[in-house]
């Protein structure tokens, strides 16, 4: 079992930079793949940007692709979404999710059995 803490939300201007966090707390960390998905209202939950166990390995959603970076220190059981020139489409709560049992980034939502409550990230023009 392990508990997902998303923080870092907010309200920032389009091409504005935000940086979201999760904190991971009960079993092992590093033992985790993670990832990040987002929820607009009346959208499905979509993949954002996914990270390996070692942090070595990462996968980017085409659509924050070179303006999104995945991290993690697993000394801090924490895995951080640096979200740059954002833009009104990335208007959505954005989850974190953990699974231990990928070997490889999954892209789908049911892959992962543990998830955050959500951060709300709202871009204004």
């Known amino acids: 079992q392990v508990q997902l803490v998303e923080s870092g939300g907010g309200l920032v201007q389009a091409g504005g930079s935000l940086r979201l966090s999760c904190a991971a707390s009960?079993?092992?960390?590093?033992?985790?793949?993670m990832g990040w998905f987002r929820q607009a209202p009346g959208q499905e939950r979509e993949f954002v940007a996914g990270i390996s166990r070692s942090g070595v390995g990462t996968y980017y959603a085409d659509t924050v692709k070179g303006r999104f970076t995945i991290s993690r220190d697993n000394a801090k059981n924490t895995v951080y979404l640096q979200m740059d020139s954002l833009k009104r489409e990335d208007t959505a709560v954005y989850y974190c999710a953990a699974d231990p049992n990928l070997l490889i980034i999954a892209t789908m939502p049911n892959k992962y059995n543990y998830w955050g409550q959500g951060t709300q990230v709202t871009v204004s023009s």
């Open positions: 009960g079993r092992t960390f590093s033992n985790y793949a």
